[in-house]
């Protein structure tokens, strides 16, 4: 039982300093807040909170896949290196392939909705 509470101690131990140290995951948080305030504000479906929380998930893992990524690359060699910018390249675009996921979801549920309350 000690050795998995301390995974879990590790765990969160990881993701605290994704989130004190990576700029970009402070921007995904922010984000964050404001997609939650706005299915909040719009009452969105269960469905849709599903997607919305999925989305989130994705792209805040995906920041930490990237992150976990682009340190190693740098433990590995300090001097500029193809293979491991390609591989930090690759990482960075995941991330952008969820963010835009994430996004064209966003649109999906929340743009009919601001379309229903402007008319």
Known sequence: MNRFLKSFGYAWKGIRSVFESEPNMKIHISITVLVVLFGILFKISIYEWIAVVLSI???????????????????????KDPLLGKTKDIAAGAVLISAI???????????????????
């Open 101 to 119: 996921i994430s996004a064209v979801v966003g649109l999906i549920i929340f743009v009919p909705k601001v379309l229903v309350m402007i008319m």
């Open 57 to 79: 998930g994705l792209v805040l893992t995906s920041e930490m896949f990237n992150t976990a990524v682009e340190t190693l690359a740098d433990k590995i060699s300090a001097e």
